[in-house]
């Protein structure tokens, strides 16, 4: 399995790109702003076919582009907390960048903590990680040591817990129970900035000890 990443628009969103070239399939998860341009590109390199699009949670900076994958007909994935935010993304104007078109979408299949999703050939664990949002999963890709997981954690910080649905308790609590307790040699893909490890966090994050 191939990972690709792209920090996107407009506040440096990650969108993550999971490639089977053996399959010829390939997974997006979350869609910033161009998400859909970049993913299609990104595809089409690796002669995949895009079969799903899995979003991390609903807040804005991570959906802007679902509505393109939704219309081009690929099958979208959230958990159902946050079914809100993609019904109807114009609630969180207050706190996204203003002017901005926020176009709602559809979901074709609503996750939970403990599905085993059959993608690309292997087994992808979907974790349920609220306190950032209450819909916030992490998929967890066993075979390449690999976690997606949204705005729950980054390396060395964590995600907000001030905007609405956000509990700092709660946060902590998914990041113990749900992160800390992958294998110490994860790789953590965040939402925002550089990858890390559960290892590396377990040991130097200033918010939650390991
Ligand atoms: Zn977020």
């Not at 706190?95 to 690309?120: F, R, S």
């Not at 749900?178 to 790789?187: G, H, I």
Request: glycine share 10%.
């Amino acid at each position: 399995m191939i990972i690709e990443s792209q920090e996107l628009p407009p506040i440096g969103t990650n969108a993550y790109a999971l490639l089977e070239p053996r399959l010829k399939q390939c997974v997006i998860i979350d869609a910033p702003a161009e998400a859909y341009e970049w993913a299609v590109q990104v595809a089409e390199k690796h002669s995949c076919e895009i079969v799903a699009l899995i979003l991390t949670h609903g807040h804005w900076d991570h959906i802007l582009d679902g509505h393109k994958f939704a219309k081009a007909g690929i099958p979208t994935y959230g958990h159902a907390d946050d079914t809100e935010m993609f019904a109807s993304p114009s609630k969180m104007a207050s706190y996204a960048i203003p002017g901005l078109e926020l176009k709602k979408l559809p979901i074709n299949h609503w996750v939970k903590g403990g599905d085993q999703l059959e993608l690309l050939g292997t087994k992808m664990e979907i974790r349920h990680v609220p306190g950032h949002c209450p819909g916030n999963v992490l998929v967890y890709v066993a075979c390449e040591k690999a976690a997606i997981v949204g705005d729950v954690i980054f390396a060395g910080s964590v995600g907000r817990y001030d905007l609405p649905g956000g509990d700092f308790s709660v946060l902590e609590k998914s990041i113990k129970t749900q992160v800390y307790s992958l294998p110490d040699e994860t790789t953590i893909y965040p939402g925002h900035g550089p990858t890390t490890s559960v290892r590396q966090e377990k040991a130097g994050n200033p918010y939650v000890k390991g």
